[in-house]
């Protein structure tokens, strides 16, 4: 006891567990039955909805929306898990303000778009707290498919496969399930170990068997996989993180950002996890801005994320940054890291200005310092473990339309896979759409 | 300012709206409030026949339509008359009328179809200093059952008798209440002007079955498992009930029968629209039992301000004015032609118009590759739905076509003349034009 948001170093207990729960507390509050029913009212049920394109899982939104108005909201949650098994999910994760609601007609006329990730969050919610199941598995096919990883993309794959007949085997390397959404998506997304209850909720459906600890490239090869299934599915993710490539990276306290995140996402109690007071991050996504929120709702007194491009090049949305303003924490724009400098126990780390010009970046021989008790790097994952068989591009397992690689047999898809938008619902419809082909191709 | 005082059939009231007769009027309790609140007159709650009171049942009586946000756009009840003693009703007339001697106070009345019922109650009313009487020939349920109510008001013999006995045996003038649930409105309405009635008012509440619910499969208000139909009111009926304003306003037998218009009323709008149909006065129930007393401010302050900017210095100014403007579907001219056109700058992109048109009406509307929307002249059939269905308010316009141009859909040539089906060459009864 005794520690605050000012005391010196990085410590925990900055907050009691009080606060703790208000600050980690759902970012956005599930709609009552009334709010679902004056939001779903605001729906235009819009001809060949723009929503539905811009949706990477193309759920028929209108047809949902109408659903929970009409008060039958487990018939929605059907509708959405049609087309992505994890909608639960995705209702809170998914940056919907550059997907759906970007494109939702009142968005575009009025600024305020239908509420469609609540909406979602409403129906697939009521269904899944009734407890039960909307699929089927078909009769079996006899044929079988092996999955390397229990994230989105992997879970969406064998969900659709389950489902159509197959069974299916995942090969997971951590001890939990979810990948993501267990271990990256920021607490206040999902509260309530909400992923892993949307994980037994999915496997319900049967046919699919997780091996836990099962590293693939280690444990199982792509040889024994090939010969084992008559598909194969790779949804390994990204399991490696950037360099910064500067000075004084080896440092004790420069941190991977998706290190902490999943610290904070596994702490049994928040208030034993120390954080520093003067929090630098280092980055421009999701990854960045989750890590700097969760730092300040922590408890650390001022938080900085430094992103090298200006505002509108940061690839978190608009919205994100205003999260993240809004919680206090302050972001510079046009500045990249030289080095970091150790100071005793603190840090200090030194920014150059940068500018665009021409679409090259340089620096403007400006430079400044800022004082770190944390750094957290947050420049982006990278594919580590994919098999060496396995043809590459751009630092991605290379897979055309279908999800197939060059491989006879074996798909791939989520963020380990070309193409895509590193999301949630993209690596979802992507397992999804494999497993459709894996299917066509066994017995199509 | 205009001036909103009103003279109903020499029933003077500092504004034309009246708590319709229903709940809001029940007692001196609520007419008190309700004229502090701005109200112009009442029609107190129906009364019965001296003796036990009615009984009302004891479980739920209302159901409601509801709209978006629950906006209540219907309401249905199974509630009877008075089920308060007749002399407390009488005295608390009396002391109300005597202390707000400006305001209207008129009696509604239901007692049975005999004549000695009525010569008996009618003196007690004139007793009280009421203005007027409001003959209830519109309760569709309970009553009716007795031989009361609409029972009387969907036979024109009846109605006129009764209507008959009431001149005889009251001084003051007589209204009487018609009830919607019958084929042909004209008919209750002159036979309460044979019987020589002052005004008629109308709507009262129609048939309705609100709801049912579907794990007791019973209708709604369901009392102890069963259910009984009621009477619906409120924003939902007002088309109906200005439709047989209308009728009774220019069927010329009837056309200078002062009407007390009710239905719906909500806004001053409603009221400056059924005025324009004909009604010297309006009266309004739901609205109130919605939203409470205070909204007749609103009602009072948007009329004004209309009949401000519109120059009407009185009611009268505007009584009636729509009603030429309502006539039968063949003397309507064929030859006005219009088109729907869509504004691209207000345009949203729902593609509702389009979904509406190419499902439902005549494929005239076209979608371009990047979701603009444009009308096809030579399809549109200028039917108004794509207007109806935008969200967007005056996104889709109707244009009309000059004289001269061709009409793409027919090939003709817009002619100015007046043309319709009395002398359309399609009407084998067509009377030759000119
Ligand atoms: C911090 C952070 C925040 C994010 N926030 C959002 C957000 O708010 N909204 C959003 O839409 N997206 C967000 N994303 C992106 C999103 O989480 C990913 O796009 C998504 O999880 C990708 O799913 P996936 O199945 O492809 O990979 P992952 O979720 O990474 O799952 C891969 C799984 O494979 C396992 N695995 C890896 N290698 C092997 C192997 N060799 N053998 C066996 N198993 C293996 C891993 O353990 C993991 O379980 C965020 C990402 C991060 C890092
Ligand atoms: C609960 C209730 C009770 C009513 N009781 C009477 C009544 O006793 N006598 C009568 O003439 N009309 C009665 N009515 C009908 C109303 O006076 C009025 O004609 C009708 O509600 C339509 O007006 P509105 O749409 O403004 O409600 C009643 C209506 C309601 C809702
Ligand atoms: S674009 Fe908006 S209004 Fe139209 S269907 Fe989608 S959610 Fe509804
Ligand atoms: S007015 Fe009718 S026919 Fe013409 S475009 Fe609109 S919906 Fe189609
Ligand atoms: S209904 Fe209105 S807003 Fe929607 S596409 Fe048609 S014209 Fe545009």
């Given at each position: 006891m005794g520690n605050s948001v000012s005391t010196t170093g990085i410590v925990s207990g900055r907050k009691d567990k009080q606060a703790l729960a208000e600050s980690f507390k759902d970012l956005h509050a599930p709609l009552s039955d009334h709010e679902a029913l004056v939001a779903s009212d605001r729906c235009y049920f819009c001809h060949d909805a723009p929503c539905v394109t811009a949706c990477p899982t193309s759920i028929d939104i209108p047809l949902f929306i109408r659903q929970i108005a009409t008060g039958t909201p487990e018939a929605s949650a059907k509708t959405i898990f049609e087309q992505n098994i994890l909608g639960g999910m995705c209702a809170r994760v998914c940056p919907t303000e550059t997907l759906c609601e970007q494109v939702c007609v009142r968005e575009v006329a009025e600024g305020k778009p239908v509420e469609i990730g609540r909406l979602q969050r409403y129906a697939t919610d009521r269904l899944m707290a009734a407890g039960t199941h909307p699929f089927e598995r078909a009769a079996p096919t006899g044929k079988t498919v092996g999955i390397v990883g229990a994230g989105p993309a992997g879970l969406?794959?064998?969900h659709k496969l389950a489902v159509l007949g197959y069974d299916v085997t995942i090969y997971e390397a951590r001890r939990k399930g979810g990948g993501l959404n267990e271990f990256g998506i920021a607490a206040y997304k999902s509260v309530d170990d909400f992923a892993q209850k949307e994980l037994e909720w999915l496997l319900s459906v049967g046919g699919i068997t997780i091996e836990y600890g099962k590293t693939v490239g280690e444990d199982i090869s792509?040889?024994?996989?090939?010969?084992?299934?008559?598909?194969?599915?790779?949804?390994?993710?990204?399991?490696?993180?950037?360099?910064?490539?500067c000075e004084g990276e080896e440092l004790d306290s420069v941190i991977n950002a998706v290190d902490f995140i999943s610290d904070i996402r596994q702490a049994a109690d928040l208030s034993q996890l120390a954080v520093g007071r003067h929090v630098v991050v280092i980055g421009g996504g999701m990854t960045a801005v989750d890590v700097a929120v969760q730092s300040k709702l922590l408890g650390a007194q001022d938080v900085a994320l430094v992103y090298r491009r200006d505002k509108d090049s940061m690839s978190a949305s608009l919205f994100e940054q205003d999260l993240a303003t809004s919680k206090g924490v302050r972001i510079i724009?046009?500045?990249?890291?030289?080095?970091?400098?150790?100071?005793?126990?603190?840090?200090?780390?030194?920014?150059?200005?940068?500018?665009?010009?021409g679409g090259k970046l340089t620096k403007t021989g400006?430079?400044?310092?800022?004082?770190?008790?944390?750094?957290?790097?947050?420049?982006?994952?990278?594919?580590?473990?994919?098999?060496?068989?396995?043809t590459l591009q751009g630092g991605k397992i290379k897979v055309d339309e279908n999800g197939r690689t060059n491989v006879p047999k074996v798909w791939a898809g989520g963020d380990c896979a070309t193409g895509g938008d590193d999301l949630t619902v993209t690596a979802v419809a992507e397992g999804r759409d494999a497993a459709i082909d894996i299917h066509t191709t066994l017995l199509g | 300012m205009a001036d909103l005082t009103s003279n109903f059939v020499g029933i003077t009231s500092p504004n034309p709206f009246w708590l319709a007769s229903a709940p809001p009027t029940d007692k001196e309790y609520n007419v008190r409030r309700a004229f502090e609140a701005g109200w112009g007159g009442v029609v107190w709650k129906t009364?019965?026949?001296?003796?036990?009171?009615?009984?009302?049942?004891?479980?739920?009586?209302?159901?409601?339509?509801?709209?978006?946000?629950?906006?209540?756009?219907?309401?249905?009840?199974?509630?009877?008359i008075t089920d308060r003693d007749l002399y407390q009703n009488l005295d608390e007339?009396?002391?109300?009328?005597a202390d707000y001697p400006d305001h209207a106070i008129v009696v509604s009345l239901m007692v049975p179809c005999e004549e000695e019922a009525w010569k008996a109650i009618l003196p007690l009313v004139e007793e009280t200093g009421a203005d007027g009487i409001e003959l209830n020939f519109g309760c569709p349920h309970g009553m009716a059952e007795r031989g009361m109510g609409s029972a009387v008001g969907q036979v024109p013999e009846y109605i006129e008798m009764v209507t008959r006995w009431c001149k005889q045996y009251y001084s003051k003038p007589v209204i009487v209440k018609l009830t919607p649930n019958i084929t042909d409105i004209r008919k209750p309405a002159a036979a309460a002007m044979r019987g020589g009635a002052d005004a008629v008012s109308l709507i009262n509440t129609i048939n309705s079955i609100v709801s049912v619910d579907l794990d007791a499969m019973a209708p709604e208000p369901t009392i102890d498992g069963k259910g009984t139909h009621g009477g619906y009111c409120g924003p939902a009926v007002k088309p109906i009930a200005m439709n047989m304003v209308a009728e009774i306003a220019r069927t010329p037998e009837t056309s200078n029968l002062p009407i007390s218009g009710i239905g719906g009323i909500t806004t001053w709008r409603d009221a400056a629209e059924y005025m324009a149909l004909g009604c010297g006065n309006v009266q309004v129930c739901t609205a109130a039992m919605t939203y409470g007393f205070k909204i007749v401010q609103e009602m009072k302050s948007g009329l004004s301000q209309w009949m401000d900017e519109k120059g009407y210095a009185s009611i009268d100014a505007f009584k009636g004015m729509a009603v030429p403007n309502v006539t039968d579907w063949q003397y309507l001219n064929l030859n006005y032609v219009t088109k729907a056109s869509i504004n691209q700058d207000d345009c949203i992109s729902c593609g509702r118009c389009f979904a509406a048109c190419e499902?439902?009406?005549?494929?005239?509307?076209?979608?371009?590759?990047?979701?603009?929307?444009?009308?096809?002249?030579?399809?549109?059939?200028?039917?108004?739905?794509?207007?109806?269905?935008?969200?967007?308010?005056?996104?889709?316009t109707m244009v009309e076509q000059a004289p001269g141009t061709v009409d793409e859909r027919t090939q003709k040539v817009v002619v100015k003349e007046h043309g319709d089906w009395t002398t359309h060459p399609n009407n084998p009864s067509a009377v030759a034009a000119e």
């Open positions: 969406a794959c064998a792509l040889v024994s996989l090939r010969e084992d299934f008559d598909a194969v599915f790779f949804g390994m993710g990204l399991a490696g993180v950037n360099a910064l490539s724009y046009n500045a990249q890291p030289v080095r970091v400098l150790s100071e005793g126990p603190a840090l200090s780390v030194e920014f150059a200005y940068t500018e665009t010009n400006e430079t400044f310092r800022l004082d770190a008790d944390q750094v957290f790097k947050a420049i982006g994952q990278s594919l580590t473990g994919a098999p060496e068989a396995l | 009364l019965g026949s001296e003796g036990p009171p009615v009984v009302n049942v004891n479980g739920p009586r209302y159901g409601v339509i509801h709209g978006a946000d629950r906006r209540v756009l219907g309401l249905n009840n199974i509630e009877l007339i009396k002391r109300v009328k499902d439902t009406s005549h494929q005239a509307i076209i979608m371009s590759e990047d979701r603009v929307f444009t009308v096809n002249d030579a399809e549109c059939v200028a039917c108004n739905l794509c207007v109806e269905v935008c969200p967007v308010e005056d996104c889709i």
